[in-house]
């Protein structure tokens, strides 16, 4: 597979890299440039019914191969990526615009899943009682629940299809996953990463392309037991009502809208500057992005002024160039999108402190600049809907009540963050919080050891750490009287 600027991406079935039956092919795009890098197979219901079908023939294999086997192949699938960790850095870079560094990131977090996940499968704990009789014992064993499909939006592509696909190989199932059209390519190349470590074929494949034909062929198929999806809340309610007719088993991550609680004990003027540059990670394009800023009252002034200074200095540019901060959003549609939750918060009675338009020095490409409100009313649309993109709302609360209620006001209940200096207060702000994940005084919210899943409308299901590997797994109750 060619590891230049310009890729031919096929599809990959039954181990092998093949385009689509039809010939029909999408353009990959630079979001930087607007200028094509490379075409990806088209896939159709035909394409996905025979990556389906190959997928229960790898099943029959993967599914019987001992767990220290699947863990090598694991192991080194980690090794591989390392060493062409660059190459698929560039393509993230290229494909979705994300800046290099933060690329490089995307890369050695999918390494330490793999690498993770081989020891998860060396860790497949069953459980054994003894019975009511001296001659009966009652065993819990686990089994793989079966074909996977994979379904992952476009702003992790490699790192959401991996913290899926290490912990269903790693329980024995085998898996068709569907990147999404952005970020296409660099997936391919992780993908082969695990061919190259001796992943036997048919275990791993993916369908490429746009997403009706494949999405309702894995959900009109009884071999497909399970479906993982990233992405948005609309999307994911039509998977979990398309799961019912074939009763599939299903993990959902379905975004948010961050909270941020900045207590009045803090030092404002570091965590200003860490939190305005978490929330312009990615452009914003990241489903735990700190949106909603919630500062106390006595600390509003000086967390402002500090906020927006640091959000003035950030570089706007290709992700290629090591001096950028902020990349592009991932395409035009994302741009309107912006553009129209930033004029529907100003009408709304938000204050506009900076950015709020198209940068003008950059005439190529989906940039806009960050922007960040301040004074913005609960009512505001950027309150209300995830923006995903480079808008940081800025509000104020006075009261441990206020602030809590107003967090907890929203559907979505994926990430919080709480910066405070007392123990006390970190934990009964942490406790008090809706959410999946609560980072205190800190925005890391993922590692590959934790579990990484929402409440409420930002779904079901976790991903990372040992709790992950169980929505891949059957339980099997066995009464044995001897």
Known sequence: MPLDDTMTVDLLIGGE??????GDRIELVNPATEEAVGTAA?????????????????LKVWSKTAPWDRAKVLRKAAVILAERAESVARRVVLECGKPIGQSRAEVASCVDYFDWFAGEAQRLYGEVLQGRTADQKFMATKEP????AAFTAWNFPISLQARKIAPALAAGCSVVCRPAEEGTGAVALMLQCLIDAGLPPGVVNMVSGRPQDISETVMDSEIVRKVTFTGSIPVGKWFI????????RMSMELGGHAPVIVWDDVDVERIAQLVATGKFRNNGQVCVSPTRFFVHDRLKAGFTDAFVGATKAMKLGNGLDPAT??????????LEAIKGIVEDTRSGGAKLATGGRQPADLNRGYFYEPTVFTDT???????????????????SFDSFDDVIARANSLPQGLAAYVFTNSLKRAHMTADALKTGIVCVNT??????????GGVKHSGFGREGGSH????YLDTKFINLVM
């Open 17 to 22: 890299w093949q385009p689509a039956r039809s």
């Open 241 to 248: 009502r398309r799961s019912a007719d074939t009763v599939k």
């Open 42 to 58: 088209q896939a159709s219901r035909i394409d996905t019914e025979a990556a389906i079908a190959s997928a229960a023939d790898g």
């Open 325 to 334: 901060d902020i990349g592009p959003l991932i395409n035009a549609r994302r």
């Open 145 to 148: 629940v079966g074909v996977v």
């Open 377 to 395: 009313p609960d009512s505001a649309r950027g309150m209300i809907d995830e923006p995903f993109g480079p808008i940081a709302m800025l509000a």
């Open 443 to 452: 925005l890391q919210a993922a590692t590959t050891e934790m579990p990484f």
């Open 468 to 471: 992950s590997i169980h929505d």
